[in-house]
C-alpha cells in the first residue's frame, strides 16, 4: 500500500518568514494529494490541495508543489502569522484508494 | 448544514466495557470515514463506507465495528475496550471517493476523545 512520509515533525519560524513541509509517496499511481491544518483540539481541515496533473497551486499565502518523477510533493508558507501555528497534515491517495497520512508538522510561528 | 457531527465528545470507559461513537453528516455525502488519531501520530484508518449497506476496513480495524444503514449515519462500535483504544476519533465524509475527481475533499467532525482505564 502507499507509504507517506513527513519531515520535519516540528518547524519553528519568526512571524514574517516562509515555512516548508516536505512529503514523499511510495505509490507511484498517487494522483490526489490535500493538506490539512489542525489546531490545537479542533478538527483537521483541508487547506489546499492538488492533482497531479498539476505541478503548483497557490491560495494566497500558501502554496503546494508537486513533482511526480521524485515522488515528493512540499507545502510552502509565506509570511507566517501567529495564526499558521498547528499541525499540519499532508497525505495520497489514488483512484478510489482511501487517503494515506503523513504523521504531520507542528509549526510554530513566534511574533 | 451542521457537516459532520459526532457525539459523545468525550468518553471514560473501563477496560472491557463497550460503546458506540456516533457520526451523522447531512451533506448527502456517500463516502464515510473513521480515522483514530494518536498523540505525535497521523491519522490512520479504521473502517470506511461507500454508501448505505457496505463497509470495508482499513488499516487498523480490530476492535471495532462499523454499520452503514442509512447515508447520514456512521457509527463505530468499541467491543470490550482496552487502553490501546485510548485515543481521538475522527470521523469524516466526503461525496466521491475517486482520487482527482471534484467531491474528494473529506471533511472531518469534531472528534471523539475516548480514554479506557
Known amino acids: 500500500g502507499e507509504n507517506v512520509e513527513q519531515h520535519p515533525s516540528t518547524l519553528s519560524v519568526q512571524e514574517g518568514d516562509s515555512a516548508v513541509i516536505k512529503c514523499t509517496y511510495s505509490d507511484s499511481a498517487s494522483n490526489y494529494f490535500p493538506w490539512y491544518k489542525q489546531e490545537l483540539g479542533k478538527r483537521p481541515q483541508l487547506i489546499i490541495d492538488?492533482?497531479?496533473?498539476?505541478g503548483e497551486k497557490k491560495d494566497q499565502r500558501i502554496a503546494v508543489t508537486l513533482n511526480k518523477t521524485a515522488k515528493h510533493f512540499s507545502l510552502h508558507i509565506t509570511e507566517t502569522q501567529p495564526e499558521d501555528s498547528a499541525v499540519y497534515f499532508c497525505a495520497a491517495s489514488y483512484g478510489y484508494s482511501t487517503l494515506t497520512f503523513g504523521k504531520g508538522t507542528m509549526l510554530l510561528v513566534s511574533p | 448544514n451542521a457537516g459532520v457531527t459526532q457525539t459523545p465528545k468525550f468518553r471514560i470507559l473501563k477496560i472491557g466495557q463497550s460503546m458506540t461513537l456516533q457520526c451523522t453528516q447531512d451533506?448527502?455525502?456517500?463516502?464515510m470515514y473513521w480515522y483514530r488519531q494518536d498523540p505525535g501520530m497521523g491519522l490512520k484508518l479504521i473502517y470506511y463506507s461507500v454508501g448505505a449497506g457496505i463497509t470495508d476496513k482499513g488499516e487498523v480495524p480490530n476492535g471495532y465495528n462499523v454499520s452503514r444503514s442509512t447515508t447520514e449515519d456512521f457509527p463505530l462500535r468499541l467491543e470490550l475496550a482496552a487502553p490501546s483504544q485510548t485515543s481521538v476519533y475522527f470521523c469524516a465524509s466526503s461525496y466521491s471517493g475517486r482520487a482527482g475527481i471534484k467531491g474528494e475533499t473529506q471533511y472531518f467532525g469534531p472528534g471523539t476523545r475516548l480514554l479506557v482505564l
Open positions: 492538488i492533482r497531479s496533473n498539476v
Open positions: 451533506m448527502n455525502h456517500n463516502y
